[in-house]
Every structure is written in C-alpha cells, then in structure tokens.
C-alpha cells in the first residue's frame, strides 16, 4: 500500500512538473542548453489565424527573385497595421524615424522645419515652422507633398518621404506641392538648415499709447514652459495693457506645456477634457496660479495652428479669458501616446480626443475665431497681429 501511494505521488509529481514547465516555456522567450524558444503565440486574438501573415512571409522568402530585409517586412507589417485604422496620427516610427522624431521635439534638427502628416494617403503639410526654409519657401497648411526630386511620395511612402526631405545643411530639396484648393501642382525648391527652435520669443510694442506685449509660441516642445514662465514674471513685474499670444503655424507639441501656458490665464477650473476609448473622459484642470488673469489677452490663429494650440485657444475661448482673433484652426484635436517598441521603434497611437472645457470636439472642426480675418500677403502687412492690436487698445 505505501509503494502503491508513493507511485501514484510520483506520477503526480511528474505530471504537475511537465505541466509547470510546458507554462513556464509558454511565457515568452527562455532557454534550455543553447536553444531558443520564443512562443509565437504569445498574446496573440484567439480569433486572428496569424499562420497566414507566416504563409504569406515563407511565400515571399522562397520565391522572390529580389533580396529579402527582415527588419523592413516586419517595419513594413506594423506600419499596414497602423494604417489599416484610417487614422492618419496613429503610425509606426522605425527605429530612425524614431530618434527623428525626438531630436524634433527637443528643439534642433536638419531639414527644412516644417511638420507633415499622411492624410487620406498623401503627404500634407499641418504647418511649416516659423521663420523656418518651408515658410520663406512659401509652403502652407494643407499644401499636399506629390514628388521629392522627381520621385512620386506615392512610391516612396510616408516615411520614406520624409527622410527624402531630410538632408544636410546647404543642399537642396524639390518639391511638387499641390495647394489646397489648386487645380494644378507647383514646383518649390527648399533650401536645407539647421533648424534650432526656440519655442517661444517676446518683445514689447507700443501702439495707441498703450503697452503690448507680443509672445509667439512656435511648437509647445521640451523648452515651453520655461521660456514661458520666465516671459510671464517679467509681465507680473511691467504691467502691460494687453497680451496677444500669437499661434498661428504652430503644429502643436506636448500636452503639459499647453496646459501650463493655459493656467497662467485660467482662474482655476477645466482646460480640455479627453474622450478615451469607451467614452471615458477625463479632466484636465489648470496646474498653477493664475498670473496673467485680467490682461486684455489677444490669442492669434490660422489654418496651420493644431493640436496643443487649439487646446489652448479652445480654453480661452469657452471660458471667456481671451479673444480668439484670424482663421480657423486646423483641427487636429486627437491624443497620441508615444508607445517605444523593444527594438528602438515606437508606435504613435491615438489613444482619445479633445474637447474644450464646453464640451466641443476639436478635431475637425477647429477653432473657430471670434474675430475672423485673413492675412493678405499681397499687402506686406500683418493684418490679424494689427487687428489683436486694436483689439487690446479699444476693446472692439
């Protein structure tokens, strides 16, 4: 009896250790002796037979005539995926595209400063960088990308477009643009420079015996809040009549800063609200003290202000802080999350949107000013900074 119970402990035990490391191989990735095993279906939908995405690769792989790169397939995979949502924000960044990206955001690059997105499968332009090559190039807002020297951005891709645009400093780009609203295309030809950002700058103007002082904000990049903070203490100290916070071509950037500069504004309470999935919605309120509260602020904005400065703008508007003078926003009022892969890649994915503290969705629809005028190049003169500037001295 005490054999038979030992055995049938044993073959318990045997049983309870096969399956323990049948799980424990099942995890991920492990090792026995020099072997490695990844589990392939780790994670994966039970109802996505993913065998064809392997049958369609060992297709390829054997019958090809042409080289096979691994890493641009499963690159070339992933950025399907993520197009496949017809969201134009959510997109794969290679490994490259990736540390583009951050040296954009943190203020200093090689190109020709301006910020694209893929919309309906084109290359279009949100906004060229102020003072940057793309702007005294006279590239816009909507414009659409056709060619890089020659070569179809059809062909290219997204990606693959814009490292075409990237390029040292000196040489020169080609670039087929079709305008919005144009029938036919145009050839621009950019010349690349570094481009080093400085988020935001100021000066003081005096108009009608009154004090302005003129803050333009660039991008809402890593430099933001403090170049902000720093112009902010200085207009505690001096007093001036007015503000007019000037957005116009600015693609946007972090959500923080634009929460930040909105608080110097906000006696308290919502700056934008995010609609995530599943309709759950969050508040986000204002993060300090509000110094700049009861300045006559003027907010300018156009066609390529977007993302972070349409939060902003929508802030002040719906609560009554500032006038918001110029043209429609772009409309891009959607979240990403920068999501970094385990290779050095990154995924951006569009994780919720934004509304204004009333409640309206910005992306689409914009801003819409309360003032509307437009900019007329052909008269050399800054007609919305002229018209917040009356707004300020005479309140109309």
Do not use: C
Not at 181 to 192: H, L, S, T
Not at 230 to 246: L, Q, S, Y
Request: no cysteine; aromatic share 8%.
């Amino acid at each position: 009896m005490p054999k038979r119970f030992l055995s049938f402990f044993f073959l318990l035990l045997i049983f309870f250790g096969t399956f323990f490391l049948g799980w424990w191989l099942g995890q991920g990735e492990t090792r026995i002796g020099d072997s490695k095993i990844v589990n392939l279906n780790l994670g994966k939908p039970k109802n996505v037979d993913f065998s064809l995405y392997w049958e369609a690769w060992s297709k390829l792989k054997d019958k090809t005539i042409y080289p096979i790169d691994a890493e641009k397939m499963i690159d070339d995979s992933i950025s399907g995926m993520a197009a496949s949502l017809g969201d134009p924000y959510t997109t794969f960044m290679g490994k490259s595209d990736n540390k583009r990206f951050k040296e954009d955001i943190s203020g200093e690059f090689s190109g020709i400063g301006v910020e694209i997105i893929q919309k309906d499968g084109v290359p279009t332009i949100v906004a060229p960088l102020s003072d940057s090559p793309a702007e005294k190039a006279g590239l816009k807002p909507k414009d659409l990308i056709i060619e890089v020297d020659r070569e179809k951005t059809s062909d290219l891709g997204f990606e693959e477009t814009i490292n075409h645009i990237r390029g040292e400093k000196g040489t020169e780009v080609k670039l087929l643009i079709l305008p919005e609203g144009a029938a036919d295309p145009v050839e621009i030809k950019v010349q690349r420079d570094t481009i080093v950002v400085k988020s935001v700058e100021s000066e003081t103007k005096q108009s009608a015996g009154k004090k302005i002082l003129y803050i333009k904000i660039r991008q809402f990049g890593d430099d933001t809040a403090a170049l902000f903070s720093e112009i902010a203490n200085e207009a505690v100290k001096n007093k001036p009549d007015g503000i007019v916070v000037d957005f116009r071509n600015n693609p946007g950037g972090y959500l923080e800063s634009s929460i930040n500069l909105s608080s110097y504004f906000l006696d308290g309470g919502v700056v934008v609200n995010e609609k995530g999935k599943n309709d759950k919605t969050k508040e986000y309120k204002t993060t300090h003290e509000s110094t700049l509260l009861g300045i006559k602020t003027a907010v300018l904005i156009n066609g390529g202000s977007a993302s972070a400065s349409e939060i902003f703008a929508g802030a002040l508007q719906d609560r009554g802080a500032g006038k918001i003078i110029g043209e429609k926003s772009f409309g891009k009022g959607s979240v990403q999350e920068l999501v970094e892969l385990s290779n050095g890649s990154a995924l951006k994915i569009t994780i919720a949107h934004w509304l204004t503290p009333a409640g309206r969705l910005i992306d689409k629809d914009g801003i819409k000013p309360d003032i509307e005028i437009a900019d007329d190049e052909k008269t050399g003169q800054d007609e919305q900074l002229d018209r917040a500037i009356l707004f300020i001295t005479s309140g109309k």
